[in-house]
């Protein structure tokens, strides 16, 4: 069987991490970024670490799309992407595209920039890239696939046979309601970790930090509701229960976040906002809580903490100084 060619565009984790699992796997993989890392890449290859073991490859590494290819995966944050589809543009010739970015805005960025419809793929998963070449494999959960546009539904079964070398594939036809259930609960585990600096076990394990992921995640679903948007259950993101479970007393919400986020294991996640933060690059605030600020402004229904946590991420950045447990607290009251 021929292998289809597949070009992932942007090595940061995600990226790196989709390029050197499938490379291990056999696949014809090239690995896309900018032209000033073409040269170090094709030298020192990946090194790839965690829980789908240790070893290195060597894949294709290129400035620009190959000719022929048949999948783009674009990995590149939110902020980033309308750059990259413009810096590709002519080089994707017929291949169809896929986004995996956080957040509700890729498909947008796509339409707007090169009128194309998308797959998209949502990775309920963690990796860390803190150094060129190198990605750790942190947390193995489900890649959720799916296509606004019908056509491209012929697209999935290849996808999920590629994605599945990653993690287990979950399909939907409600690709929309999936992002915004990946959100709400994202958007929680990004701040948590991103504005303490610390693991999101400790993080839960800490009560006045735990009681904020709570109070959190109770206004994000509040103003989604608002705003009439349908979430979906995915595997391990049952929507409808957390979302019942945050109408009862915070203690249950507590309970629920301890037994989810509270374990050892955890301690090896790091969301793509910390990674962000300590390599010194801006981070997707604007597309993770920021969202929900935005919707907000439009229906009226009041997120003061997802607006604190946006200015405080925007705080960090700049100052690179993590928020205390007294200061966390600060912002539910």
Same mark, same amino acid.
């Given at each position: 069987?021929?292998?289809?060619?597949? #070009?992932?565009?942007?090595? &940061?984790?995600?990226?790196?991490?989709?390029?050197? @699992?499938?490379?291990?796997?056999?696949?014809?993989?090239?690995?896309?970024?900018?032209?000033? %890392?073409?040269?170090?890449?094709?030298?020192? /290859? @990946? #090194?790839?670490? &965690?829980?789908?073991?240790?070893?290195?490859?060597?894949?294709?590494?290129?400035?620009?799309?190959?000719? /022929?290819?048949?999948?783009?995966?674009?990995?590149?944050?939110?902020?980033?992407?309308?750059?990259?589809?413009?810096?590709?543009?002519?080089?994707? &010739?017929?291949?169809?595209?896929?986004?995996?970015?956080? /957040?509700?805005?890729?498909?947008?960025?796509?339409?707007?920039?090169?009128?194309?419809?998308?797959?998209?793929?949502?990775?309920?998963?963690?990796?860390?890239?803190?150094?060129?070449?190198?990605?750790?494999?942190?947390?193995?959960?489900?890649?959720?696939?799916?296509?606004?546009?019908?056509?491209?539904?012929? *697209?999935?079964?290849?996808?999920?046979?590629?994605?599945?070398?990653?993690?287990?594939?979950?399909?939907? +036809?409600?690709?929309?309601?999936?992002?915004?259930?990946?959100?709400?609960?994202?958007?929680?585990?990004?701040?948590?970790?991103? @504005?303490?600096?610390?693991?999101?076990?400790?993080?839960?394990? +800490?009560?006045?930090?735990?009681? $904020?992921?709570?109070?959190?995640?109770?206004?994000? $679903?509040?103003?989604?509701?608002?705003?009439?948007?349908?979430?979906?259950?995915?595997?391990?993101?049952?929507? %409808?229960? $957390?979302?019942?479970?945050?109408?009862?007393?915070?203690?249950? /919400?507590?309970?629920?976040?301890?037994?989810?986020?509270?374990?050892?294991?955890?301690?090896?996640?790091?969301?793509?906002?910390?990674?962000?933060?300590?390599?010194?690059?801006?981070?997707?605030? +604007?597309?993770?809580?920021?969202?929900?600020?935005?919707?907000?402004?439009?229906?009226?229904?009041?997120?003061?903490?997802?607006?604190?946590?946006?200015?405080?991420? *925007?705080?960090?950045?700049?100052?690179?100084? $993590?928020?205390?447990?007294?200061?966390?607290?600060?912002?539910?009251?």
């Amino acid at each position: 069987m021929t292998k289809p060619k597949i #070009a992932v565009v942007g090595a &940061g984790a995600i990226g790196n991490l989709l390029a050197a @699992l499938w490379t291990r796997a056999g696949e014809d993989v090239t690995l896309v970024v900018r032209p000033n %890392r073409v040269e170090s890449l094709l030298a020192s /290859g @990946l #090194a790839a670490s &965690g829980i789908k073991g240790d070893f290195h490859v060597t894949p294709k590494v290129a400035a620009e799309i190959p000719v /022929g290819a048949d999948f783009a995966v674009f990995t590149m944050k939110t902020q980033d992407l309308a750059e990259a589809i413009r810096t590709q543009k002519a080089s994707l &010739g017929t291949a169809t595209l896929v986004t995996a970015q956080n /957040g509700v805005r890729a498909r947008e960025i796509v339409l707007e920039e090169c009128r194309r419809e998308p797959v998209s793929a949502i990775l309920l998963l963690n990796s860390s890239s803190l150094a060129s070449g190198e990605v750790r494999y942190n947390r193995e959960g489900v890649t959720v696939l799916g296509a606004a546009a019908p056509e491209l539904r012929n *697209r999935i079964p290849e996808l999920k046979r590629l994605f599945a070398i990653v993690a287990s594939v979950f399909v939907t +036809d409600e690709i929309e309601g999936a992002a915004w259930s990946k959100l709400v609960i994202n958007a929680m585990t990004n701040s948590m970790n991103a @504005l303490t600096g610390r693991p999101l076990n400790e993080c839960v394990n +800490d009560p006045a930090i735990v009681q $904020f992921g709570v109070a959190q995640l109770k206004e994000s $679903f509040g103003v989604v509701r608002a705003a009439g948007i349908p979430l979906i259950n995915m595997p391990g993101a049952p929507m %409808r229960l $957390f979302s019942r479970a945050l109408k009862l007393p915070a203690f249950v /919400g507590r309970m629920i976040l301890r037994k989810n986020l509270g374990s050892s294991d955890q301690a090896s996640i790091m969301t793509s906002t910390l990674q962000s933060i300590l390599r010194r690059q801006p981070t997707e605030i +604007d597309y993770l809580n920021g969202e929900f600020v935005r919707l907000s402004d439009k229906t009226g229904y009041p997120v003061p903490i997802n607006r604190a946590v946006v200015e405080a991420i *925007r705080r960090v950045e700049q100052s690179g100084k $993590f928020l205390s447990r007294e200061e966390i607290a600060a912002m539910v009251r």
